[in-house]
Nanobody
Framework: QVQLVESGGGLVQAGGSLRLSCAAS????????MGWFRQAPGKEREFVAA????????GYADSVKGRFTISRDNAENTGYLQMNSLKPEDTAVYYC?????????????????WGQGTQVTVSS
């Protein structure tokens, strides 16, 4: 089974930046879509960004467009989420996910593997 481990979360002031990483290990899959989701206290899990295996297709939630950038390095089996101009509303646990069947998807239920999550807290 594939294991995904997020890192890079922490506490940051509004307007600051963080870069989250998602490292895959174990029975890694050659071709897979990748996505980032987040869950704020008392709220349901929310789509943030997704990227195809080749990196040719990316998608973002309207709330993060222009501020967040998703990328991946397949040679290192690692995905990234660069978060700039952070707002208090971005405070949440962030999860990375991978899908081995679909090249690109924003649908959480289609992802096969999930990381443990990393906390991002933005103070105002």
């Amino acid at each position: 089974q594939v294991q995904l481990v997020e890192s890079g979360g922490g506490l940051v002031q509004a307007g600051g930046s963080l870069r989250l990483s998602c490292a895959a290990s174990g029975r890694t899959v050659i071709s897979y879509a990748m996505g980032w989701f987040r869950q704020a206290p008392g709220k349901e899990r929310e789509f943030v960004a997704a990227i195809s295996w080749s990196g040719g297709n990316t998608g973002y939630a309207d709330s993060v467009k222009g501020r967040f950038t998703i990328s991946r390095d397949n040679a290192e089996n690692t995905g990234y989420l660069q978060m700039n101009s952070l707002k208090p509303e971005d405070t949440a646990v962030y999860y990375c996910a991978a899908d081995r069947h679909v090249d690109f998807t924003r649908v959480s239920s289609l992802y096969d593997y999930w990381g443990q999550g990393t906390q991002v807290t933005v103070s105002s």
